[in-house]
Nanobody, 118 residues
């Protein structure tokens, strides 16, 4: 079983920064990609950023130029550096893990709240 532990959410003023972390642990698995989605009240869950095991990043349009995703393969951890935060970035941020071994599958974290005040 794979577990995801998220950290780094909180309350910040507009223009500020936050850094989210997500660490994967559990029985033997091979990661294909890790990253983040978010869901604001009344809205669908949307892509924030994903990064593959070959370091190819896919960044959502609303956050391009402001958010950066990176990973530490040795620690099975992904980071999301969020700069120039806006009130519309307020959402629950969910870590997503895509594994290819022992079988193809997705895992989700429990979510961490990010609130940006105006």
């Amino acid at each position: 079983q794979v577990q995801l532990v998220e950290s780094g959410g909180g309350l910040v003023e507009a223009g500020g920064s936050l850094r989210l972390s997500c660490a994967a642990s559990g029985s033997s698995f091979t990661i294909f990609a890790m990253g983040w989605y978010r869901q604001a009240p009344g809205k669908q869950r949307e892509l924030v950023a994903m990064i593959s095991n070959s370091d190819n990043a896919n960044i959502g349009d609303p956050v391009k130029g402001r958010f950066t995703i990176s990973r530490d393969n040795a620690k099975n951890t992904v980071y999301l550096q969020m700069n120039s935060l806006k009130p519309e970035d307020t959402a629950v941020y969910f870590c997503k893990l895509v594994v290819i071994r022992p079988r193809l599958g997705d895992y989700w974290g429990q979510g961490t709240q990010v609130t940006v005040s105006s």
